[in-house]
């Protein structure tokens, strides 16, 4: 846990370990959270200070992981519960904090909950999920899609004769948070994680928890305007922010908070202390590699966000295109750029395994594809130079792996170590605030703290510009100048 001034969760470098993808410590071809253990050194090395973990509770896996059979226990072929608290202890003695995935807005439809809920109609546990009849013409309730293929957000369950809803797939229903005893289901969960010295969650779908309570249709089908966005989410997550608080060291609510409009995203901070600590900016993360357009979205950001708020930073996740591919084009200098951004900005930058190297997204031949969704090929295996047999998804990348490139000084994992250690060893980097300067076109630079000034060349001509005296900056260069 870094020391300082500014709380462990805003000085921290995160990472997001795709568990299955990572490392194997057995051999089966899935990564597991003993492989994790087996490479703390490394990340250590890197300079991480957080993991943020996909979810590692039980599941029948329709949706790899994001489909809860069991919110208290972890998934056997990950390693089990066993597994788990070894992760937390080694990571801890390395000074590595571990963050857990958590799946408040849909359970699997093998979760116990939900199949006594589908018993009767007078089930304990009906209420705790989202049901409306059929119309009178056998068709469901209302309009709302879901996100998986775009069909009906519904199924009717034969049986007794209602409709559920689910957001993704039919086999992961939607909870029902109007109903109190969710909401109190819920908050024992976050104890349970809590008391075994989880530093905290990244909220799944934090943006879609509640629905309209009346199940009104959506003015326009292709908008989630009723099935998710609504205000009343800010309720749990204030909840939530008192119920984390109780405990020290201090524990982090990272929220997906999947919306594009910057003035909505900065309603997840609260008033900069009382909702989430960090809610992941998708319209950045999304954007061109464009100076124009990013620095509109950080001057945005940084306007909307409350005054105490924090913002965060990604490239990539497990359900985007890798970044060096979809936001660099495969150009590797686009790539160094991105991440230079990525690790100047102000706040807390995230890491998706793999980005250190500058790995591209992988593409799966169809016979070996496994996500109904089509995210495979941003959730290969970790190239880490052996370490696979038999691997769950193909061995795809086209990139030298973490062994390799860590003996090479001008490798991409060398670049970002540097830049990583280069944010650590700076208060401005880690803590200043951020200023735009005025820079030449496709040039953006701005001030962070008091002392340092950053400038990126996003562009393909060589620019000059005028921080601590005149410099020039090569096409994609970036540089950090004390000032
Ligand atoms: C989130 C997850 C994604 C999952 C979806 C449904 O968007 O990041 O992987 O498919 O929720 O749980």
Request: with cysteine.
């Amino acid at each position: 846990m870094p020391s300082g001034g500014r709380p462990w969760w805003q000085r921290a470098l995160l990472y997001q370990v795709y568990v299955r993808s990572f490392a194997d410590s057995d051999g089966d071809g899935v990564g597991d959270l003993r492989g994790i253990v087996q490479r703390l050194d490394y990340l250590d090395w890197l300079g991480v200070d957080a993991l943020w973990l996909s979810p590692v509770t039980v599941s029948p896996d329709k949706d790899w992981g994001y489909d809860v059979a069991d919110y208290t226990d972890v998934q056997p072929v990950l390693g089990g519960m066993a597994a788990l608290d070894e992760l937390v202890a080694e990571a801890s003695a390395r000074g590595i904090e571990v963050i857990v995935d958590l799946v408040p807005n849909h359970t699997s439809d093998r979760h116990p909950w939900f199949e006594e809920a589908r018993s009767s109609r007078e089930a304990r546990h009906r209420d705790w999920y989202v049901w409306a009849d059929p119309t009178p013409d056998g068709s469901p309730p209302n309009n709302w899609r879901n996100s998986f293929g775009g069909g009906p957000a519904w199924t009717l369950d034969e049986a007794t004769g209602q409709y559920y809803l689910h957001n993704f797939l039919p086999e992961q229903p939607d909870l029902n948070w109007w109903n109190g005893d969710v909401r109190d289901a819920f908050d024992e969960i976050l104890r349970f994680w809590l008391d075994r010295g989880i530093a905290g969650f990244r909220i799944d779908v934090a943006h879609g928890i509640v629905k309209d309570r009346q199940l009104r249709n959506n003015p326009d089908p292709a908008v989630s305007t009723y099935n998710a966005n609504r205000d009343d989410v800010h309720d749990v997550f204030r909840h939530w922010r008192r119920l984390v608080d109780g405990y020290r060291p201090e524990r982090v609510l990272l929220g997906e908070t999947w919306v594009m409009e910057l003035d909505r995203l900065a309603r997840f901070y609260g008033n900069g202390e009382d909702e989430l600590h960090l809610a992941f900016n998708f319209p950045f993360a999304l954007s061109p590699l464009d100076a124009d357009v990013l620095r509109g979205i950080v001057e945005a950001t940084e306007a909307a966000l409350p005054e105490r708020a924090w913002p965060v930073w990604m490239l990539s996740n497990h359900d985007l295109a890798r970044f060096p591919t979809r936001m660099c084009g495969g150009d590797e200098r686009k790539a160094r750029a991105a991440l230079f951004l990525l690790l100047t900005l102000r706040g807390t930058p995230v890491l998706y395994y793999g980005d250190e190297l500058g790995m591209p997204q992988a593409r799966v031949p169809p016979e070996q594809e496994r996500d109904m969704a089509g995210r495979d090929g941003a959730r290969t295996p970790m190239p880490w130079n052996g370490g696979w047999t038999n691997p769950w998804l193909p061995l795809a990348a086209q990139v030298a792996p973490a062994a390799t490139q860590r003996d090479d000084d001008g490798s991409f994992l060398c670049f970002c170590r540097g830049l990583i250690a280069r944010r650590r060893s700076s208060i401005d980097l880690r803590e200043g605030l951020y200023e735009t300067l005025s820079a030449p076109a496709g040039v953006w630079a701005f001030r962070r703290g008091e002392h340092t000034a950053v400038a990126v060349n996003l562009s393909d001509e060589p620019a000059e510009i005028d921080l601590d005296g005149r410099r020039e900056l090569a096409p994609w260069d970036g540089i950090v100048a004390d000032v």
